[in-house]
């Protein structure tokens, strides 16, 4: 396991990170869908014209896992994580398509500590994702739980 | 393409629905996780029984996609879905371990002719995820968009 660099201190409202890239190609979107959805949207790019999102486009939920690879690459692989407990909200404002190269940006919003379990603490991120052309994808948020460098310390 | 069975007039608010099953196996986690969230309780059973969830289970976003391959299956591929603007709220309950076997219940929340598209009306659901022995392991709520049947009718 990587060394840990990030406890729930680490994170501060207001701070800003930028990271990524992935790049997302016409067979990762058809392989994902194959397996978790398979509409059509996502599977052929002729039967994918005809629908009303015009063109091949990755899930949905693929576009949630590609940003959590995000995440795990720069900040959560090297975190003291202790998982979440779900999202607050997510939008996927656009397609992703074909050739995008998506990038992350992630704002803490806040973070308080736990009541009941004093090693841990909470922490809310926005966490918004674009494309290359800086095209707005998705913008999802919630909260994570890290455990705290120093437990039960004044907050 | 299946036939289309359901359209934005077919699911009504107060309706309940229960599909499945989703045979979840140690294979399958690990290989999600791999490509998408390798955290190690997601890889690996030794590693993961170290850290704070106690043993290897699914990352939150292939239960999700798991839950999407159900929701494929049972309705969606025969529906006039038009995607889904993003996720009101979802709640990860309890870790999806190997050999648990998933069910949806659906329910229709809401639902609400588009008032800029006549063509087209929202339907909003709860889906939550239960293993064999009744556990609630994730409960999801969000949006859906559909064609209606009569476009532009009186809702």
Avoid at 41 to 68: N, P, R, V, Y
Avoid at 72 to 94: E, F, N, T, V
Avoid at 127 to 147: C, L, R, Y
Wanted: proline share 5%; glycine share 8%; net charge negative.
């Amino acid at each position: 396991m990587a060394e840990i660099k990030y406890y729930w201190e680490d994170f501060t409202p207001g701070e800003v990170a930028q990271f990524g890239a992935y790049q997302v190609t016409r067979e990762e979107i058809i392989e994902f869908a194959s397996e978790y959805d398979p509409q059509p949207m996502h599977l052929d790019e002729e039967a994918a014209k005809k629908t009303f999102i015009g063109g091949l486009c990755s899930s949905g939920w693929h576009t949630c896992a590609m940003a959590m690879r995000m995440m795990c690459d720069h900040y959560l692989l090297q975190s003291a994580g202790m998982g979440a407990p779900g999202l607050d909200d997510s939008k996927w404002r656009a397609p992703v398509r074909p050739g995008d190269i998506l990038s992350l940006n992630r704002e803490c919003l806040e973070r308080r500590a736990s009541k009941s379990r004093p090693e841990m603490g909470l922490t809310r991120f926005r966490h918004t994702m674009t494309n290359q052309h800086g095209e707005v994808k998705m913008i999802i948020e919630g909260s994570m739980m890290f455990a705290r460098r120093t437990p039960g310390a004044e907050a």
